[in-house]
């Protein structure tokens, strides 16, 4: 099964970074998208299946707090794994988005040992 993901990032180079980094996991991938803020990721949603999203917390437009928020209250994305990737990294806001349903947290930088690590925690593993 190859999986489909979702990065949800207002910085280009992160995103990049970030799907170099999937590829360097050696995960099955079907499809990496990109949104550069939380609306543009629930219009992707409407026309793409993902399997798990990683978004960052502060972005324009839509932050992935509000984007957690949206996904929750509907019913097609609510179940779709979330892990959260940001420079953030207080235990009082850790604990706050895990209440909200997320995941997983990742603090940038990131290594591909912390990507992968998330992912087999939200996941499950993979034959490499």
Do not use: C
């Not at 707090?65 to 979330?82: G, M, Q, R, S, T």
């Not at 990742?106 to 040992?113: A, D, G, H, M, N």
């Amino acid at each position: 099964m190859a999986y489909s993901i979702l990065i949800v990032d207002d910085s280009d180079t992160i995103r990049a970074v970030l799907e170099r980094t999937l590829h360097m996991t050696k995960l099955p991938l079907d499809e990496i998208i990109h949104a550069g803020h939380g609306r543009e990721a629930l219009n992707k949603l409407n026309d793409t299946w993902v399997d798990i999203i990683f978004t960052d917390i502060n972005m324009p437009h839509m932050n992935g707090i509000e984007l957690i928020d949206n996904l929750k209250k509907n019913a097609e994305y609510a179940e779709i794994p979330v892990v959260i990737i940001s420079t953030e990294g207080s235990t009082t806001r850790i604990e706050e988005l895990k209440k909200k349903g997320i995941q997983g947290y990742l603090r940038k930088p990131f290594t591909p040992e912390n990507v992968r690590d998330a992912i087999i925690e939200t996941l499950g593993g993979w034959d490499e």
